[in-house]
């Protein structure tokens, strides 16, 4: 039986000069509460660097599938991106995102 990697984020902090969370918020479910683009993506910028223990860790946020955002949801996660201080933010994938979003998108 193998015993599980004791790495921490800690000791791979080193490693990276960047992290990008995947807040893909449109595969989760109303229900659950985690629908929301801008909930969804502050609390994963938040564990990223609570897990790192760096409260100032470089993070680019990538969001939710394009395809399945809405403008509510873009204009959420772009807020998001932007009050929790990331570097950048884009949602997957470039094919599938219209051209109504970009102007959301570039905020």
Do not use: C, Q
């Amino acid at each position: 039986m193998r015993s599980r990697s004791s790495t921490s984020w800690g000791e791979l902090a080193s490693l990276f000069d960047v992290w990008l969370p995947m807040s893909y918020w449109t595969n989760r479910t109303t229900a659950s509460g985690w629908r929301d683009g801008f909930r969804y993506t502050s609390e994963n910028v938040r564990r990223v660097r609570a897990d790192l223990g760096d409260r100032n860790a470089v993070v680019h946020a990538i969001g939710g599938v394009a395809d399945r955002a809405g403008p509510a949801d873009l204009a959420g996660f772009v807020r998001a991106a932007k009050r929790s201080g990331t570097i950048g933010w884009s949602v997957y994938d470039y094919v599938t995102t219209s051209s109504s979003a970009w102007p959301r998108l570039r905020g």
